[in-house]
C-alpha cells in the first residue's frame, strides 16, 4: 500500500487528522503503540459503568465547529460537571463560589465578602486565583489566603510535586473563584458526553476504506527520520508524516527528557454509590492523603440504577519514561526552552508536522486538540 500520510497517534489530534485527511481521498496510515484507539481519552465498559482508563474526561467547549464535527460520529447525553472540596471539616463547591463562601465564614463575613467581589470584579465572573492575592483590601486579602490555603495550595503541590509559586500563570489560571452561585465547573456552550462513550467516536472516525489502522504498533518499528528524509520499513517515504507523539522520544532524547507529571489511577469497585458529585478534591497536605481527587463514573451517564459503583482514586507521581504515562507537560522557562530545541530539529523534516499534546509539550482540552487538528488537516495537501 502506497500511503499519502502516516500519522502516529491515535487519540484525537492523530483520528481527527486521519478522517478529514481520509475524507479528501488520502490514503492515510494511522498507528498507535497502545492496543487501543483513543489515546487518553479512551473508555469501555466494565459491568455496565463506562469507565474512562486514563482518567475523567469530560466534553466541553464553546467552538461550534468542534461540536458539529464530533456530532457526526456520536449523540450525546447532556451532562454538567461539579466538583466538591473536602476542607477541613466541610464539603464545599469548587471552583470556590458563594455557596463554599456562605459555608466558611459567618453570615455577616459572607455577605461583606461577597458584595467586595461584586463590586470589584462584577457578577459572574472567574477569577483567577492568583489574582484575587493581589488584591489589597484586607477582606479580599484574607479571602484569597484562606482559599490558597485550604483549596489551592496543597493541592497543587501534590499535583505537580512543586511549590505553589514555582507555577506557571496559565496552571494557576485554571483554578478561578466563581462570583456567583453558580457551581458549574464549566461555563462552555456545549457540554455533554458521548452517549456512547469516547471509543466508539474512534471507531467511527477511523472506519473508512481510506484508512488503514495498526494498533501495537510504535513509530520506530516502521518510520525512520534521518538527515531530513523520512524513511517508511527501510524505503525513503514519499508522503507526509503527522506525529502526535512525545516530542523528546521522536529524536531519542538527544537533547535530554522533557519533564512530565504522571498519574497513578487506582480502581476501585464499591457496592451503591460512592459520594455526591462526579468528583471531589482532597486539597489537604500529602501527608494526610496523598491523592488529589476521586472520580465515581456512575455520575457521568446517570448510571445509579446498578448496585454496584466504579472509582478512580488520582495519586499524582513523578514521570519515569520506561515506567509509566506522561499526563501533564511541566511548564517552566527551561523546559520551554528545551521544547524548542527539539522544535528546531523538527523543522529539518519538510514532510513532518507535530500536532497534540505530546507533540507540542502543550496541555490541550479535547476541542483545543480536534480544532487544531481540523485546521492542520486543511492545509495538508
Ligand atoms: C487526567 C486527564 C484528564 C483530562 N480530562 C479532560 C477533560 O475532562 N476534558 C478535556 O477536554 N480534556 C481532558 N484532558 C485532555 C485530553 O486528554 C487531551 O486533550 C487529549 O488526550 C489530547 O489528544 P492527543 O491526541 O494530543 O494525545 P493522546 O490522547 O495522548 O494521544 C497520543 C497517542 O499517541 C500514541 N503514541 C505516542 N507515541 C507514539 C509512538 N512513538 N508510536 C505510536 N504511537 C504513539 C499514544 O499511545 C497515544 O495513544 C485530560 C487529560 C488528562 C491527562
Not at 245 to 267: H, T
Request: glycine fraction near 6%.
Amino acid at each position: 500500500m502506497n500511503y499519502d500520510i502516516i500519522v502516529v497517534g491515535a487519540g484525537f489530534a492523530g483520528a481527527t487528522t486521519a478522517e478529514r485527511l481520509a475524507r479528501k481521498g488520502k490514503q492515510v496510515l494511522i498507528i498507535d503503540k497502545r492496543e487501543h484507539l483513543g489515546g487518553n481519552a479512551y473508555d469501555y465498559f466494565e459491568e455496565g459503568i463506562l469507565i474512562h482508563r486514563y482518567g475523567p474526561h469530560i466534553f466541553h467547549t464553546n467552538h461550534e465547529k468542534v461540536f458539529n464535527y464530533l456530532s457526526e460520529f456520536t449523540e450525546w447525553y447532556p451532562y454538567r460537571h461539579r466538583v466538591l472540596g473536602h476542607l477541613k471539616d466541610k464539603i464545599v463547591p469548587i471552583p470556590f463560589n458563594f455557596r463554599s463562601i456562605d459555608e466558611c465564614f459567618d453570615k455577616e463575613k459572607a455577605e461583606k465578602l461577597k458584595a467586595l467581589l461584586i463590586s470589584e470584579y462584577g457578577e459572574n465572573k472567574k477569577i483567577p486565583i492568583m489574582e484575587l492575592l493581589k488584591n489589597e483590601d484586607e477582606d479580599v486579602k484574607e479571602l484569597a489566603d484562606f482559599i490558597f490555603e485550604n483549596v489551592f495550595k496543597y493541592y497543587t503541590m501534590k499535583q505537580w510535586g512543586l511549590e505553589a509559586h514555582e507555577i506557571d500563570a496559565a496552571v494557576t489560571a485554571r483554578v478561578p473563584v466563581n462570583t456567583s452561585y453558580d457551581d458549574g465547573y464549566f461555563n462552555d456552550t456545549y457540554q455533554y458526553m458521548p452517549k456512547d462513550g469516547y471509543t466508539r467516536i474512534f471507531e467511527k472516525m477511523l472506519k473508512s476504506e481510506n484508512i488503514t489502522v495498526m494498533l501495537g504498533t510504535r513509530m520506530s518499528d516502521i518510520l525512520r527520520l534521518k538527515d531530513g528524509k523520512i524513511w517508511y520499513k527501510g524505503k525513503e517515504f514519499g508522503g507526509k508524516v503527522v506525529y502526535t507523539g512525545e516530542i523528546d522520544a521522536l529524536f531519542d532524547y538527544c537533547l535530554g527528557d522533557l519533564p512530565y507529571r504522571s498519574l497513578d489511577l487506582k480502581l476501585e469497585k464499591h457496592d451503591g454509590t460512592y459520594q455526591q458529585a462526579a468528583t471531589e478534591n482532597y486539597p489537604c497536605p500529602k501527608e494526610e492523603r496523598a491523592y488529589t481527587r476521586i472520580t465515581e463514573y456512575k455520575h457521568f451517564m446517570n448510571e445509579f440504577q446498578s448496585d454496584i459503583t466504579y472509582i478512580h482514586r488520582e495519586f499524582p507521581q513523578a514521570y519515569d519514561k520506561n515506567m509509566n504515562i506522561p499526563y501533564y507537560p511541566i511548564f517552566t522557562p527551561a523546559n520551554q526552552e528545551l521544547y524548542e530545541k527539539y522544535v528546531k530539529l523538527a523543522e529539518g523534516y519538510e514532510d513532518l508536522y507535530l500536532l497534540g499534546r505530546l507533540a507540542e509539550y502543550k496541555y490541550y482540552n479535547m476541542d483545543a486538540i480536534i480544532l487544531k487538528a481540523l485546521e492542520l488537516a486543511e492545509t495538508i495537501e
